[in-house]
């Protein structure tokens, strides 16, 4: 099994500064075939089911704002929101589809406003 | 739009087996694209992928739950179903439908339609 550990658990950050959350995988998920990443981000606001953010590692679902950005490679990603915004506090979940369609999820990053 | 909606009791008593349907309109669930999904959250907590099938039957469970876990399908009625025995107040989640996008390697990947959940509690 694929385990995915996020950190912080937690995090608060100034408006219009930027947040940086982090995954790591306890094995790579990157498929050498097609040299893709099978890394997705989610984001979940109160009361709401979880949002697909980014797939690929790095690639924005639509409609996705571009300050929303996914990187990293192999068993290291990350999740930055370049410029926070009110809308975007919520709680970010990592997630990997290397062993699809078995899974699993990151515990969970709460973004709070600083 | 595709939604899917989840449907079933909100109060299942602990030993008992835990049932919910998820109606997909907007789309086919016999789409060859796609897989269907189950997940749960239990409050205050992160989700947990509990299985997946595929319109033709196929399923595939997270082993830690497999033994008591059973999901299946029916196509004419675009639904899928869950069905989780002998549950305890640890089963007490929000229980949410999704398409999992990830049935082919090149395939985006992930869940990217949801429906709202279901809050199901485990009670005497």
């Known amino acids: 099994d694929i385990v995915m550990t996020q950190s912080p658990d937690s995090l608060a950050v100034s408006l219009g500064e930027r947040a940086t959350i982090n995954c790591k995988s306890s094995?790579?998920?990157?498929?050498?075939?097609?040299?893709?990443?099978?890394l997705a981000w989610y984001q979940q606001k109160p009361g709401q089911p979880p949002k697909l953010l980014i797939y690929w590692a790095s690639t924005r679902e639509s409609g996705v704002p571009d300050r929303f950005s996914g990187g990293g490679s192999g068993t290291d990603f990350t999740l930055t929101i370049s410029s926070l915004q009110a809308e975007d506090v919520a709680v970010y979940y990592c997630q990997q589809y290397y062993t699809t369609p078995s899974y699993s999820f990151g515990q969970g990053t709460k973004l709070e406003i600083k | 739009q595709l939604q899917l909606q989840e449907s079933g009791p909100g109060l299942v008593k602990p030993s008992e087996t835990l049932s919910l349907t998820c109606t997909v309109s907007g789309g086919s669930i016999s789409s060859s694209n796609y897989y269907w999904g189950w997940l749960r959250q239990p409050p205050g907590k992160g989700l947990e992928w509990i299985g997946t099938i595929y319109y033709s039957g196929g399923t595939y469970y997270n082993p830690s739950l497999k033994s008591r876990v059973t999901i299946s399908v029916d196509t004419s009625k675009n639904q899928f179903s869950l069905k989780l025995n002998s549950v305890t107040a640890a089963d007490t989640a929000v229980y949410y439908c999704?398409?999992?996008?990830?049935?082919?390697?090149?395939?985006?990947?992930?869940?990217?339609?949801w429906g709202q959940g279901t809050l199901v509690t485990v009670s005497s």
């Open positions: 999704a398409r999992d996008n990830s049935r082919y390697y090149d395939s985006i990947g992930g869940f990217d339609y």
């Open positions: 094995q790579s998920v990157l498929y050498s075939s097609n040299n893709k990443n099978y």
